[in-house]
């Protein structure tokens, strides 16, 4: 599993967090998780949980891109933190951490995230005109 799979992105406009499904599988696709934050050391940690622990996150049975879960008090935490002064989303990139099962992403080290809007269906039939195109010689 390389790092650049084990992804969350903050989307702080929306106050939502994205959970990429590399970070998911890397766990072992469970049920729950859980976000802890570690103020002194500015890092978060996703770890898989048990039914009814603190700050636990049901998952959707799914197979998923990625998971969207709400997070403003987690956003507002993080923007204290790290002194973020404008809104726009974030991307963290993690490392396992085989014990105990977790993935610890590193706050200081975010970075600007460039977030595109779903393709529409007019968008993929003129993308794969265009390609066909492109293939004729």
């Known amino acids: 599993m390389t790092e650049a799979q084990l992804m969350l992105t903050l989307c702080q406009k929306e106050e939502m967090v994205l959970v990429s499904a590399g970070t998911l599988g890397c766990l072992g696709y469970p049920r729950q998780i859980q976000i802890l934050i570690n103020e002194d050391l500015a890092s978060l940690l996703v770890q898989p949980c048990a039914e009814g622990a603190r700050e636990s996150v049901l998952i959707p049975e799914e197979p998923l891109y990625q998971f969207e879960m709400p997070g403003r008090s987690l956003i507002r935490r993080i923007r204290r933190i790290t002194k973020w002064r404008d809104d ?50």
Request: glycine share 4%; charged share 20%.
């Open 88 to 137: 726009r989303p974030r991307v963290l990139y993690g490392l396992h951490l085989p014990q105990p099962n977790a993935i610890v992403f590193d706050l200081m080290l975010a970075q600007i995230a460039v977030l595109q809007p779903p393709l529409s269906q007019d968008n993929i039939v003129r993308l794969q005109g265009h390609m066909e195109t492109e293939e004729e010689p």
